[in-house]
């Protein structure tokens, strides 16, 4: 039987309820994303009126029968929106929406003047090195008017002056892809999102204690490869692992484009793109409004993200039983074959084993009435 309680932080990460029991909770993580926690309390409940946005809520779960005999953190998330309703037994319920550990990279944006280079503007530069790079300028002690940023970004200074989130990055190894991109104006997640998808790694921002919180990229992937070996995680139907499969083989939107740049009328600079479904029997085609792109690799770069974005697809969503053998877990179990976002997983269904990727893990929690009190449902991509 799984157990699972809420605790409770200030932004600073002072602790404010050590338990805190929910009427239910259910959360979705997701590589590169930053995922949600929603749960609910009674409005009479005694944390109630502690529960303020920004506050850090972490999710610990256990189960002594699987092996996970001490209460593990699932999902820490920042506490942002509140909903309040009455039923018809005056019966009020409080319920909190909470962004994942990725959120504070959402708050900012790369506000640099275009083509400043490794700013706003990065020229046959490892997606690693970009990434921590567009971190470092605009959300720490970097991002300043005295570097010429545009207005102060710090998120590290403390409440009530900032936000209080202290970011450490960690040790630049210059992995990944090597791309040219110009990213003036954009969302710092965003941006990262879409490095993500063509630099050959993911990236993650974990909560250290405090108010002290660490950025790293992971090269190829967030998890680790289970698709082989002793660790093998195989999810099918014979096995009893697989539970409501749902495939959608997404045709491409496009296949080709034209990445356009700056200049106008016959003077503007375009670049042709082919995505990776191309083919001259599979020809769709797009434009690209690139007008930031200053060289053609950053054309090329913007074409190529659009075409990621709209590339033939093949999405696994399916339930999983979580056996004695086989089991998601936050933490990996001595003897046990557990599985978390990021891993590498084989999934047999539908005449074919492949080895596909976690790229969302969905966790609905209720009062335990029952063993299906803990359901996880996993979302999948194909590698």
Not at 78 to 99: A, N
Not at 125 to 130: F, N, W, Y
């Amino acid at each position: 039987m799984y157990e699972l309680y809420l605790r409770h932080y200030a932004g600073n990460g002072t602790l404010k309820n050590a338990a805190l029991e929910p009427l239910w909770a259910r959360w979705v993580e997701g590589v590169n994303e930053e995922g949600r926690l929603t749960f609910a309390i009674n409005a009479i409940h005694p944390a109630a009126d502690d529960l303020v946005e920004l506050d850090l809520i972490e999710v610990l779960i256990r189960n002594k029968s699987l092996g996970i005999v001490d209460f593990t953190r699932a999902f820490l998330s920042i506490l942002r929106d509140v909903s309040i309703e009455t039923d018809p037994d005056l019966i009020t319920t409080l319920t909190f929406t909470c962004p994942g550990e990725n959120h504070p990279l959402a708050w900012r944006h790369v506000l640099w003047p275009a083509a400043t280079p490794n700013r706003s503007i990065f020229d046959s530069v490892p997606a690693e090195t970009i990434m921590k790079t567009v971190v470092q300028y605009n959300c720490t002690a970097d991002a300043s008017v005295a570097n010429e940023r545009w207005r102060e970004g710090d998120l590290s200074v403390a409440p009530p002056s900032g936000m209080g989130v202290d970011i450490s990055i960690a040790t630049d190894q210059a992995r990944g892809e090597t791309l040219s991109v110009s990213l003036m104006g954009g969302n710092v997640l965003g941006v990262l999102q879409r490095l993500a998808a063509q630099g050959g790694g993911d990236f993650q921002l974990r909560w250290q204690g405090g108010d002290a919180w660490e950025f790293e990229f992971y090269e190829s992937q967030l998890g680790a490869d289970k698709s082989s070996g002793t660790t093998r995680v195989l999810f099918s139907l014979a096995n009893g692992t697989l539970l409501n499969p749902r495939l959608q083989v997404i045709g491409a939107g496009a296949t080709s484009a034209i990445s356009a740049g700056q200049g106008e009328e016959d003077e503007r600079e375009v670049s042709p793109v082919t995505g990776v479904d191309y083919a001259t029997n599979y020809d769709i085609e797009t434009f690209v409004d690139a007008r930031n792109a200053e060289t053609a690799a950053e054309r090329l770069f913007q074409g190529q993200a659009r075409l990621h974005e709209l590339r033939r697809q093949q999405i696994l969503e399916f339930d999983v039983a979580q056996t004695g053998d086989i089991f998601w877990c936050p933490v990996p179990i001595t003897g046990r074959k557990t599985y978390r976002l990021g891993d590498l997983a084989l999934v047999d269904y539908h005449g074919s084993t492949q080895t596909r990727k976690i790229t969302r893990v969905h966790v609905d929690w209720r009062v335990p009435q029952s063993e299906s009190n803990f359901i996880v449902a996993l979302e999948t991509q194909e590698v």
